[in-house]
T-cell receptor, first 113, second 114 residues
Framework: ETGVTQSPTHLIKTRGQQVTLRCSSQSGHNTVSWYQQALGQGPQFIFQYYREEENGRGNFPPRFSGLQFPNYSSELNVNALELDDSALYLC????????????FGEGSRLTVL | GQNIDQPTEMTATEGAIVQINCTYQTSGFNGLFWYQQHAGEAPTFLSYNVLDGLEEKGRFSSFLSRSKGYSYLLLKELQMKDSASYLCAVRDYNSGAGSYQLTFGKGTKLSVIP
């Protein structure tokens, strides 16, 4: 148990739709990062939020966007879903803005048909 | 950008020792991490190296050589529950974003057999 919870755990969408994934960070953690993990691959960094501001982004298009709220919970939004967006989306929290020992949630598995 | 290489799969026998290698190429290196991920579960932190040398943590040890861009994870007295993917991750400073980022390799799937 890492204290990081994500919802929903599984969901199915169709191409072109939009999805919002949610993450509740471990208590006291002010930094959250989101990763996309395709089957058989390592997690790919999407972006990171520190105290409600984005402070790092990987090679993902603008249709991937996020928010971090004052209680440090977070959302990942993906617009105009494509088939290749099917993956496990992992949220990870940590106590400072230098990612290292990340505490991961169990992930949200998205299937795009 | 970063380039992180690790073997795709390895098999080892229960009770044995296994070494999982990781090589990387990056600028602004600021630490190397190893994570364990069981099938269908989230990654969990194993170890962290920022200086050259060996860090030992029970049955697990991790080594780093910054000049060679090389690390390894050593697992001793293998147990069946050690069957998992092992992810090498490099932290570096992204000057464009003004922040540190953690980049993962594709992972090494370790199978421990009786």
């Amino acid at each position: 148990e890492t204290g990081v919870t994500q919802s929903p755990t599984h969901l199915i969408k169709t191409r072109g739709q939009q999805v919002t994934l949610r993450c509740s960070s471990q208590s006291g953690h002010n930094t959250v990062s989101w990763y996309q993990q395709a089957l058989g691959q390592g997690p790919q960094f999407i972006f990171q939020y520190y105290r409600e501001e984005e402070n790092g982004r990987g090679n993902f298009p603008p249709r991937f966007s996020g928010l971090q709220f004052p209680n440090y919970s977070s959302e990942l939004n993906v617009n105009a879903l494509e088939l290749d967006d099917s993956a496990l989306y992992l949220c990870a929290s940590t106590v400072d803005r230098e990612p290292g020992e990340l505490f991961f949630g169990e992930g949200s598995r998205l299937t795009v048909l | 950008g970063q380039n992180i290489d690790q073997p795709t799969e390895m098999t080892a026998t229960e009770g044995a020792i296994v070494q999982i290698n990781c090589t990387y190429q990056t600028s602004g290196f600021n630490g190397l991490f190893w994570y364990q991920q069981h099938a269908g579960e989230a990654p969990t932190f194993l170890s962290y190296n920022v200086l050259d040398g060996l860090e030992e943590k029970g049955r697990f040890s991790s080594f780093l050589s910054r000049s060679k861009g090389y690390s390894y994870l050593l697992l001793k007295e293998l147990q069946m529950k050690d069957s998992a993917s092992y992810l090498c991750a490099v932290r570096d400073y992204n000057s464009g974003a003004g922040s540190y980022q953690l980049t993962f390799g594709k992972g090494t799937k370790l199978s421990v057999i009786p």
